[in-house]
């Protein structure tokens, strides 16, 4: 088990070296989980990890990565409070999705968590008004290129970003999880039928607890960039833990409701690696009840491609072929996107119009 | 050891593989195959501890050169991760120290970060914050050749305590500011300037000694000054309200939002023992004369009834 990976999950192990700290706290702020690394520092009670016995080196950084966390949850929060302001008039379930989701429900990794925007779900027919609500409250479409935005109009399951003419705070304004064109897809109708009131945000709504995960997991699994695989398989881990104390069958749940909408592929490879980066303990019972489990022959490819770009992307613990499973994973994210016909146009287009970008730049 | 002990191939070979150095309040592993690098860092970073120990650096960052045949680049990497689109090679030293910057300014949350220059004597500092044009570093640089003990050129560290920290590094000069101060000052130490920057022409100057003996204690702070040079401009400074001054140092913090509340706490701390001033000029001898009256080397503390304003008269505060 990774080092960082194990003082995350508190697992016990032999004290830490000055360079393994080095290390080590450069691999969590390379993967947005340094404040969460100085969560579970200070709550440890295991005396190599206890809040005295840090190196001063250490804590401070540490301790900056909270005042950074800090800041995210506020601006989050006040987010918040400016969307339900923009959308009071319209009559639709506004539903959080990922991070917003799990701080909206106040779960405990929220709190030590960073923020890059805001997603939300609404039924594809409001998708006008709430649009046009958000952008009379400040909300404006980010630059894009005609392509771009009849691209994302056409074939995407969100808008093209939105971002706030004062604050610069990024909105995602989706109407399905996945895009309608991609090989694995499901639409937006069941989940938001079964999203729940928020709690302590009553304006909102957040997915089913099951449909979180799946949600989680599908976009971990359909992504393109290696940037934060380890600090999204972390959240998926909290997501499970959260809900198994409410309810053991939480697993089955998720499973079931998988295999019902599709994607239990994606499902599928969000359990097998949990397991072998942060849950050991995790029975295999779940992951061999995903109906569409890959062959044993992808398996172990998509194996090569994870285990490389859900790592920290950190020289210190890099393995060999990373930037070839990186390059992997993005035509897979693509391939997964759009069929062929529409994929090598796509492909050609972007990489003559970035080409001109470096020309000029 | 200090870095002007080691003999420049022997930085070299050091710096090809990480080199360790004491930048108070923080330490700074670098690590470059570049010439100008190990030749600038010799230079700038004499008077600076090499940290022997096996310590953890603060900033891990290192200047690698890229597309050796066609329009050389420069890439500037924290934590092995570049933050900034590459620029050409020669600035290659140039882009090193704007990037420590952005590292002090986005992972040292203890501190409240101010884009400003900090001045001191007796352990009496002055804020003067940042805004282009104004001329801060050139005056920042000459009052440095005057005895003043350098702080900071770009960073104004505020601590818990309300307290300016002293980050002495290299003084960036642009354009005429370069010959003017090589002019001035024979024995100012300064690097080959880069060309072409966004900046125009840049240039560093070796911080003073002085600046680096003092660098352990923290100051208190005694004035906010938000200079502004003026061509042919008579000395002017005028008192501004303090609240006038709050606002206008918020708009320049690097990290204000992220401190909220604490941010604005320490900074109205800050303010409130301050005497704010807006000083015009035009000349440096002119500029250096009023600063000194604010805080005579003679005296420990800052005496409101000895500014001069205009035409040498005194002001009453």
Known sequence: ?361 | MIVAEHSLSQLSSALATGLTIDTFPFTTRVTSQCSRMAINLHQMYGDFEVSQTNQMPDFDVSIKHHRRWYKPQAQFYFDDYPPFVPLPAAQDYAMFEWGLNWCYANHANEYLILHAAVIARNQQAIIMPGFPGAGKSTLTCELMFNQWQLLSDELALINPKNQLIAAPRPVSLKNQSIDIIQQRHSSAIITEPAKDTNKGTVAHVKPSQQSLNSQQAPCTPAAIVFPKYENQQALQANEIDPAEALVTMAEQGFNYHLLGEIAFDRLSAVVDNCQCYRLCYSSLDEAVEWFDSLLPSSEPRLTATKVLGKNGKQLSC
């Open chain 1, 1 to 361: 088990m990774l080092t960082l990976c194990q003082v995350l999950t508190q697992k016990t192990g032999p004290k830490l070296s000055i360079n393994e700290w080095d290390s080590l706290v450069r691999q969590a702020r390379k993967s947005l989980l340094l404040a969460q690394l100085a969560e579970t520092a200070q709550s440890s009670e295991t005396t190599q990890l206890g809040g005295n016995g840090l190196p001063p080196q250490v804590s401070r950084h540490l301790a900056s990565a909270r005042t950074l966390a800090n800041a995210h949850q506020r601006a989050v929060k006040w987010e918040f409070d400016r969307i339900e302001s923009a959308l009071l008039s319209v009559n639709t379930k506004i539903i959080l999705l990922k991070g917003a989701a799990y701080l909206s429900q106040q779960m405990p990794h929220a709190q030590h968590r960073l923020y890059g925007d805001i997603d939300i779900l609404v039924q594809s027919d409001q998708l006008e008004v709430v649009e046009e609500r958000l952008k009379w409250a400040g909300w404006a479409t980010t630059q894009h290129s005609a392509y771009d935005e009849k691209y994302y109009r056409r074939w995407m399951h969100e808008i093209p970003p939105l971002q706030h003419a004062k604050r610069a705070s990024n909105l995602d304004l989706h109407h399905r999880i996945l895009p309608p064109t991609a090989r694995i897809t499901v639409a937006g109708e069941p989940l938001i039928e079964n999203a729940v009131q928020s709690k302590h945000y009553p304006f909102f709504h957040t997915l089913a607890p099951a449909d979180q995960w799946l949600h989680s997991a599908a976009h971990l699994f359909c992504e393109g960039e290696a940037d934060h695989g380890l600090r999204d398989l972390f959240d998926l881990l909290q997501l499970a833990q959260h809900f198994l104390n409410i309810d053991p069958n939480y697993l089955h749940q998720v499973v079931n409701r998988s295999n019902q909408l599709g994607t239990s592929r994606l499902t599928h490879y969000a359990l097998r690696y949990i397991k072998y980066f942060l849950w050991p303990e995790l029975s295999d019972e779940h992951a061999n009840a995903c109906m569409d489990k890959p062959h044993h022959l992808l398996s172990a490819l998509m194996d090569k491609i994870f285990i490389r770009t859900l790592r920290p992307q950190h020289l210190s613990t890099q393995l060999p072929g990373t930037r070839a499973a990186a390059k992997l994973l993005y035509f897979r994210s693509h391939y997964l996107r759009m069929p062929w016909k529409l994929l090598i146009p796509h492909l050609i287009k972007k990489s003559l119009s970035q080409d001109k970008a470096a020309a000029v730049g």
